[in-house]
């Protein structure tokens, strides 16, 4: 699981969202390939929209404890 997370993950399913409108609070927690845990699918696919990425779905849940190279100074 050390290899980088392009290309790896779950695509979020984005067409389901109206993302122009918001999205819920329900908070359904994903992980996110960049290791950042978003508090439903629809906040991921927002962030996708802004930051013009495409961070896809790790795993659903919490994320796990960031792996050791990767300290944020």
């Not at 969202?17 to 927002?46: A, H, M, Q, W």
């Amino acid at each position: 699981e050390a290899e980088g997370a392009a290309g790896r993950g779950t695509e979020a399913a984005c067409g389901n969202y109206n993302l122009g409108k918001g999205c819920s609070r329900i908070f359904d927690p994903v992980c996110g390939t960049d290791n950042v845990l978003y508090g439903n699918e629809c906040l991921l696919c927002v962030q996708n929209l802004q930051r013009n990425t495409n961070v896809r779905i790790k795993n659903r849940g919490m994320c796990q404890k960031p792996s050791p190279r990767s300290n944020s100074a």
